[in-house]
């Protein structure tokens, strides 16, 4: 069992910045591969970054490539995304995950999830 936590979320100019990060409970935080997802209102949740259990393989969505930074921290079981440029499209409920599987697999990824932080772009 692994329980996320998130934080970091508020409201921005578009052009701002603003670093998410989710702490995660257990001994086995290294396991995972962990990501981020977004969900705006009326739409579904998308995938946003992934990153495998070392930090040395990250993903991205196409929208926020060039803008947003995954990271992790194993010996703080943390996993950060750094978001810069924002836009107001950006704004959603920014969610992370953790899974056992591939970084790789942005589609059907997570097992474990966070409550979700509220990030607001305002333009």
């Known amino acids: 069992q692994v329980q996320l936590v998130e934080s970091g979320g508020g409201l921005v100019q578009a052009g701002g910045s603003l670093r998410l990060s989710c702490a995660a409970s257990?001994?086995?935080?290294?396991?995972?591969?962990m990501g981020w997802f977004r969900q705006a209102p009326g739409k579904e949740r998308e995938f946003v970054s992934t990153?495998?259990?070392?930090?040395?393989?990250?993903y991205y969505a196409d929208s926020v490539k060039g803008r947003f930074t995954i990271a992790r921290d194993n010996a703080k079981n943390t996993v950060y995304l750094q978001m810069n440029s924002l836009k107001p499209e950006d704004t959603a409920v920014y969610y992370c995950?953790?899974?056992?599987?591939?970084?790789?697999?942005?589609?059907?990824?997570?097992?474990?999830w966070g409550q979700g932080a509220q990030v607001t772009v305002s333009s």
């Open positions: 990153i495998n259990w070392n930090g040395f393989s990250t």
């Open positions: 257990g001994r086995t935080f290294s396991r995972y591969a």
């Open positions: 995950a953790a899974d056992p599987g591939s970084a790789t697999m942005t589609d059907r990824f997570g097992v474990y």
